[in-house]
C-alpha cells in the first residue's frame, strides 16, 4: 500500500494518504500482513518495494494498491514519489517506480493477486515532451 498526498513539485493529491490507509486497515482487519508507505520519496519507495517484493515471492494472496500521481513517458506508467522531477528524461524514468514492475510482482505471485493503481490526478505535473501525467494504456498479461 502507497499513499502519496504531499508532493514537492506538484499539487497534492488529497486523497491519496486517506485511501491507502483506508484498504491498509481493511486488509489487516482482514488477516493480510500489510506493508505500508505514506508519502514517500524516491529512495523510500524503492526500499518499500524491495521489501514488499521478498514478502510476495511467498504470498498466497497479494494485494497492491497504489495513490497518487503518475506519469506516462513512451508507453510505460511511472507511479510518483513525492519528490519526482518531471523536467528531464532522466528523471522521469529513473525517479518513478515503473508500474510494470508491480505488474510482474503481481504476475509472479504463486496465488491469487489484484492490483489497485488510483492515479487519476490528472492535474498535477504540466505535460511536456518527456511525460504527460496519468497512466499510459496497461496490458493485463
Known sequence: ????????????????????????????????????????????????????????????????????????????SYLAPIDQRNNSLVGVMMDGAPLDLLLELAGSSRGQAVVFIDAAQLNGYTPNSLAEPGLAAIDPG
Open 1 to 76: 500500500m502507497i499513499g502519496n498526498r504531499n508532493y514537492q513539485s506538484a499539487p497534492a493529491a488529497l486523497s491519496a494518504e486517506i485511501d491507502a490507509r483506508a484498504v491498509a486497515d481493511a486488509l489487516a482487519d482482514g488477516g493480510y500482513d500489510v506493508t505500508l508507505g505514506i508519502d514517500l520519496n524516491r529512495q523510500q519507495m524503492r526500499r518499500l518495494l524491495q521489501r514488499f517484493s521478498r514478502k510476495a515471492a511467498t504470498a498466497d494472496k497479494l494485494v497492491i494498491f497504489y495513490s497518487g500521481h503518475a506519469l506516462r513517458s513512451g508507453g510505460v
